[in-house]
C-alpha cells in the first residue's frame, strides 16, 4: 500500500448467517474490505495486497 492509499470498511449485519465477500483494488490503491456479522459469530474477511 502507497502512502495514498486508503482503507475503507463496509459492514453487513446479517442474522440468517447470510455471508457476502466482497473486496476491490483500487488504481490508486484503494483497498475495500467487508465485515460480516452473523447471529452465530463474528467473522472477519481479510484480503492482502
Given at each position: 500500500?502507497?502512502?495514498?492509499?486508503?482503507?475503507e470498511?463496509?459492514?453487513v449485519?446479517?442474522?440468517?448467517?447470510?455471508?457476502?465477500?466482497?473486496?476491490?483494488?483500487?488504481?490508486?490503491?484503494?483497498?475495500?474490505?467487508?465485515?460480516?456479522?452473523?447471529?452465530?459469530?463474528?467473522?472477519?474477511?481479510?484480503h492482502?495486497?
Open positions: 500500500m502507497g502512502s495514498t492509499g486508503v482503507i470498511w463496509n459492514r449485519e446479517s442474522s440468517n448467517g447470510f455471508e457476502q465477500n466482497q473486496h476491490r483494488m483500487e488504481s490508486n490503491g484503494i483497498i475495500e474490505w467487508t465485515r460480516m456479522q452473523s447471529s452465530n459469530a463474528l467473522e472477519w474477511n481479510n492482502r495486497m
